[in-house]
Structures are given as structure tokens and as C-alpha cells.
């Protein structure tokens, strides 16, 4: 077999939710491929033999029990469903720097980087998802894909 099935939620992303998230996990199949989790609303067929290009939504990684969020996981997701957000304007300096993978840096009335408790964030223009940023002491590291990210 080149995957694995999950019973129930796994332990990994039942962690992420607790710390990160304020919805509750997705009901449905999990499954590991390798390191990658994913994940399908009802349960698959029989994978045996096949290969696979894209098995339902990529979760994330997996390393040394902890998940590791995808960047597809997010964009599946509203900023409401996490615990901590960082809104930029369409307009803004702030969303330009993010889309160039730099650090995030806004202060202001609605919030303040500095102040986002260590763990995921979402990254959001006008109230939609972009990304993911990683809070940590203070500092958000800035977790676009480094393929999409802008050169200019």
C-alpha cells in the first residue's frame, strides 16, 4: 500500500485544532500518504496499485507527531475558524510585503502582530484567506509558497 488509513481524527490534527482553531476537526477519511495527511469527506475505494496525483484535500505534513498545516488546508477554510487573524487591506504595503514572502509587520487598532499568541494564524485580505503565517514570539514567520511568491 503507499497510503495509510487513519481511524477516526488523528491525534496530530486534533493538537492543531485544540491550539490553533476555533471550529472543530473535519468529520470524514484521513489518510497518510508518506508524510502528507489527507483528507476526504467519506471514505475512499481502494487505492491499492494506483497513483494518485491529487487524493482529496492535503491536509498537511506530518513530522515527529505534529502537523504542519498545508497551504490548500487553509485556503479551505474561513478566518473564522482560527483563533488568530491578520487582516491586510487589498491596498495595503502590508499584503505586497506577505505576497513577497517577507515578514509581516502591521500595527494597528484591529491588530497588533506582536500581540498574537505562538501558533497558526490565518492571513487574510479583506476578510478572505491568503495564507498562513506561524506566530512565534512575537514575530510572524511568513509561510506563503515560495513558488508563488511575488519577485517584484
Known amino acids: 500500500k503507499s497510503y495509510k488509513k487513519i481511524q477516526g481524527i488523528p491525534d496530530s490534527v486534533k493538537a492543531f485544532y485544540k491550539k490553533n482553531m476555533q471550529s472543530e476537526p473535519w468529520e470524514g477519511s484521513y489518510f497518510i500518504m508518506g508524510t502528507n495527511m489527507y ?13 494518485i496525483a491529487r ?12 502537523l504542519k498545516p498545508s497551504h490548500p488546508f487553509a485556503m479551505a477554510l474561513d478566518a ?34 506582536s500581540s498574537l499568541p505562538d501558533g497558526y494564524a490565518a492571513v487574510c485580505v479583506d476578510g478572505y484567506i491568503v ?15 515560495k513558488g508563488w511568491r511575488r519577485m517584484r
Open 39 to 51: 483528507y476526504l469527506p467519506e471514505e475512499p475505494p481502494v487505492l491499492d496499485g494506483l497513483k
Open 55 to 66: 487524493a482529496g484535500v492535503f491536509v498537511g505534513s506530518v513530522e515527529y507527531e505534529a
Open 80 to 113: 473564522s475558524d482560527f483563533k488568530s487573524a491578520i487582516n491586510f487591506d487589498a491596498d495595503g504595503d502590508d499584503i505586497q510585503r506577505y505576497l513577497k514572502g517577507e515578514t509581516a509587520t502591521k500595527n494597528g487598532e484591529d491588530c497588533e502582530i
Open 131 to 145: 495564507g498562513l503565517g506561524k506566530m512565534q514570539g512575537g514575530v510572524m514567520k511568513n509561510l506563503y509558497p
